[in-house]
């Protein structure tokens, strides 16, 4: 029976089907190629900037503004590193940072709002350029350079169109994510029980079937009585 088992284990188990399972090493984008990633950046040193212009660093929104600008970036640099590993923590981690931008959208709209300052809505004549512009440039470096020359209200609206873009970014790399994860889970299931993609299993119309332990016991327990018996019947024939 073990000599059986064994024989069953080394026709089954090929190697082939165990290593392509493992998916640690495949190489992932840099976090750096990532144009959400850049623009958190750019997030991140703007908020500094504003910041350093208007809160006062004693001010608890300073120091809030200041982490939730941070957490948005960091977490992008977290998600890509953890990406090869794992594509659960990749979209757990890209969640962390779009709540993050999120909250520091928020901090923006109250100061604007306690402040009256105007919020370009899609009918302000300067609202469509400003889109363009945001979704062409990347690179922190030019909106640095840009800062200085904004007042409270061009800069202001310029934050809101960055931080709403990078958190459409995140969300669209999200379901990126989960598709290639759902993707490679079929792929996974498929490649163990050795039949491709999207195939249908074979069904049996006849499954063989095996005794149950309590049918296994009646039938010895017949046998023996069935041997009981004959060996009292032989030994009542040689008696007489």
Not at 189 to 213: C, E, I, M, N, Y
């Amino acid at each position: 029976m073990l000599k059986i088992l064994l024989i069953f284990a080394e026709t089954n188990l090929k190697p082939r089907n165990i290593m392509s399972t493992v998916d640690f090493a495949r190489h992932k984008t840099s976090y750096r190629n990532l144009k959400a990633f850049l623009k958190a950046e750019a997030i991140y040193d703007l908020t500094y900037f504003f910041l350093q212009r208007h809160i006062k660093n004693s001010y608890r929104t300073y120091d809030q503004m200041l982490q939730a600008a941070r957490s948005g970036k960091q977490n992008i640099v977290e998600g890509r590193s953890d990406a090869a590993a794992s594509a659960e923590m990749e979209i757990k981690l890209y969640g962390v940072a779009v709540g993050s931008l999120h909250e520091l959208l928020n901090d923006y709209q109250d100061f604007m709002r306690t402040r009256s300052v105007e919020i370009w809505g899609a009918r302000h004549p300067r609202y469509q350029r400003l889109r363009g512009v945001c979704a062409k440039n990347n690179d922190t470096a030019y909106y640095m350079a840009l800062a200085p020359r904004l007042n409270d209200v061009e800069f202001c609206n310029l934050m809101l169109t960055l931080i709403n873009q990078t958190i459409v970014m995140l969300k669209l790399l999200i379901e990126k994510v989960k598709k290639r994860f759902s993707a490679k889970g079929r792929h996974q299931r498929a490649d163990a029980s050795g039949a491709p993609s999207g195939a249908q299993k074979p069904t049996l119309k006849h499954r063989p079937s095996f005794p149950t332990v309590a049918t296994i016991a009646k039938i010895s327990t017949r046998l023996l009585t069935l041997t009981y018996l004959a060996s009292k019947a032989e030994m009542s024939s040689k008696s007489n």
